[in-house]
């Protein structure tokens, strides 16, 4: 037996990886749920076939002036709910579970609306500051442009991502597909509140959207004098519509709603506004029937996103990847169980791991076909840990809906299908 | 005077920044060419107008599935050469003035196509690996996708960007916008070619495109067993048909048609294939008539975007910013110089700096109308600067045409009118 032929076998070269070889044999056969084979000795320095798109000519260059996915990806869309009552106030999903990195393209961002999606001209576009200011000031959006800039990757997350009561999604979409991250350009909400001049009486700033809902939200002043930003582009280019073109304000790691897009006013305040949005909605309702408000951060979460719901898996090297983020900064780390829990084996974070961002985990992981069921959990840099559902539950009860950041368990079947671990089998 | 008054003429409080006030007066009248207005105090209290789309609900959410960019953005598209000869091996260009941060989206990466866009139907293409390997291996799409996965932020660069003749452009993407960058998900060369197994003669890979061109070009394999992976997503989604769906090769810093787009071949080779792509082009003629072959890495380089060609300054306070790369690694400074070379100030570089990534440079400016000449110079880690055009053509002559990655300088009028400082004014 030639070293080579050795090496096939699993028997020599450990620093030979055999990996899609494992469970499989890579010579003579295809391997198990795949078409791959090897190439016989004689055919080996042939090429293979000549496909029909090498025959002719292919489309010319900037056909696409501004590009568009393979027909063959028309599938890979927003995940849109279906026989809703309205669709102005709603949300839409990305679809993680296709995804890969941590970038979420344009066109596949979340949605939540609470008036419909308005069509802002930006050149009649103005943004107001007012209330406890020394000058107030209206910006157009030339003007906002000229302030210092600056870039960063954060996620946005709807803060009930997935509710309490909505744990049955079948994909990772359909659980916590109200998560997407960018790379965000604007100034600093704080250079433009300098610029105004906050007086001393000022603790919050009152955002409002140009949208039909005037999206109003409280932003407390420590946070729009910290990482808060005015935000015009997104991934390079201007914001989409849905993300709030011409201008929203961002608040790194805080639940998305107080993002307020379409932002015109900022009215600088000593209470907070208590808007519909901060009262009869985004609260968190205790056991006990009092509420929880300005329940600002959310916390460490993680997903694995494959193998996730409705996808099918074979024997054999099966890498886990999947993403993990946290309001609070930093991921520490990811650890995956595929035992149910009993043990946890601590994930590779991809570099860089950026705060408030979305941070991919991944972990090899080798099936043997024995049904099981995968989680993992995240922790971050100030050492929360990611909780079970059951410990949500214990302390804020089942009437809670938003801040579900629970374990997400996915079930593997004998099959290799992979189902939502919170739905009986 | 109040204290309010006084900072606003500049007189107090060193501590508050009056960015847009500067060269002009903030209050009882427009900045200078803006439409910027501070508020009366009788109506600071009142919101202003209710524009016509608050008046109404906006589009429904999902309304647009794969999203696209507002209609008030439908200019800013990829730039397309106009009156080619043909367009099937040409070349369109990435608006750069007009982006921001340092991630292109999908739909505006640049373009260079030696036969025209394949339509590949992912599920018929193939990878083959062969020639001095023990196995040879003829993987699909599903396969490759199970070996471990990476993700990295790296830019991607034509090598004639721009051609030493074609210094003459107006805008910033004229010149330099063949250069686009993107997070890309794929599986790390080395362990596909560990898993054939490399013959110890191997010393080349000849990689080969599922193009009518069947781009061809001879890879290291150095960098092959470096840093070098076959790419099958851009910012989270897959390929699009114009950067190689469903597969590229990607070698970080390396002239862009070394990844070769829709790859189909992997031949592990003792010598290099000496491609039409690496004899009659992508040489680069020397004074003595011979060329330079193999030269691949593209070196630093550094351009400013905004103030760039075609834009127009007001007098006050404007940031300068641009981008800056290497393919030998990160970025170590940039400088920029607002007299024409005689002075030079480094800018602020955004984080994280990625290695062989763009890499976006910030530098706050007073413009004081006085006509000026502005560049930005790059400097990477291994300690090599960024030349002037002449320190180029020098060692090069004038008859070379790719690798050219001379400082670019923008020529700033009395009207604040910017345009490209290599043509006469």
Redesign the interface.
């Known amino acids: 037996m030639s070293d ?1 032929r050795k ?2 076998a699993g028997l020599a070269s450990p ?7 494992q469970g499989a044999a ?2 003579g056969g295809a ?1 198990a749920g ?6 016989a000795a004689d055919d ?2 042939a ?2 076939s000549i ?1 029909d ?21 028309r599938r ?3 995940n ?2 279906k026989n809703l009552p309205q ?6 999903r990305t679809p993680l579970q ?12 979340y ?3 609470h ?8 050149s ?3 943004l ?1 500051i ?2 406890l200011v ?7 959006m ?2 906002i442009r ?6 960063q990757i954060y996620f946005l997350e709807c803060s009930g991502n997935p509710g309490f009561e909505a744990m049955s999604g079948r994909t990772a979409s359909d659980l916590v597909g109200l998560v997407s991250c ?4 604007g100034v600093r909400l704080r ?1 433009v509140l ?2 105004a ?1 906050l007086k001393s009486e000022a603790r919050w700033v009152v955002a ?1 959207g ?3 809902a ?1 999206m109003t939200r409280s932003l407390p002043i420590a946070k729009c004098l910290d990482d808060a930003m005015l935000v ?2 997104q ?8 993300q709030g ?2 201008l929203r304000v961002l608040l790194p790691g805080y639940e998305g709603n107080m993002s307020v897009k ?1 932002l ?2 900022l009215n600088v305040t000593a209470e907070p506004a208590y808007s519909r949005e901060e009262t009869s909605k985004y609260t968190d309702l205790m056991p006990d029937g009092t509420a929880r408000q300005f329940t600002f951060v959310m916390e460490a979460k993680s997903i694995i996103t494959r193998p996730s719901g409705t996808q099918r898996i ?1 024997r054999g ?3 886990i ?1 999947g993403l993990a983020w946290s309001g609070h900064g930093r991921i520490r780390t990811v650890e995956v169980s595929v035992d149910d829990g009993r043990s946890w084996t601590e994930a590779q974070l ?1 570099a ?1 791991v ?1 705060t408030r961002a979305l941070t ?1 985990f ?1 972990l ?1 992981w080798t099936w043997d076909g024995t049904p099981t069921t995968i989680l993992s959990r995240a922790t971050d840099e100030t050492g929360y840990v990611q909780p079970y559902f059951a410990d949500l539950t214990a302390i804020r009860g089942t009437k809670s809906f938003y801040h579900n950041n629970a374990i997400i368990p996915w079930r593997i079947a004998a099959s290799g299908e992979v189902t939502n671990g919170f739905v009986k089998a």
Chains 1, 2 share one sequence.
């Not at 669709?87 to 839409?92: E, F, M």
């Not at 000229?146 to 870039?151: C, N, Y």
Request: no cysteine; glycine share 8%; proline share 12%.
């Open positions: 080579a090496d096939r620093h030979r990886r055999r990996l899609l070889g890579l010579v391997l795949s078409t791959a084979r090897a190439v080996a320095n090429p293979p496909p798109w090498m025959r002719a000519p292919g489309a010319d260059v900037g056909s696409e002036p501004y590009g568009t996915p393979s027909r063959y990806e890979l869309i927003r849109i709910p669709y102005i106030s709603a949300s839409s296709d995804l890969d990195g941590i970038i979420t393209p344009n066109g596949l961002f949605e939540r609306h008036g419909g999606i308005p069509e802002i001209d930006p009649q576009h103005r107001m007012h209330g020394e000058t107030p000031l209206i910006l157009s030339d003007e000229r302030f210092p800039s600056e870039s960018s790379e965000w350009t250079t300098e610029e001049g409002e140009a949208d039909a005037a015009y582009s991934n390079g280019e201007r914001l989409r519509p849905q073109y011409p379409w015109r006013r074979a090297f099966n890498e990847t991809q860089p950026l991919r991944r090899p």
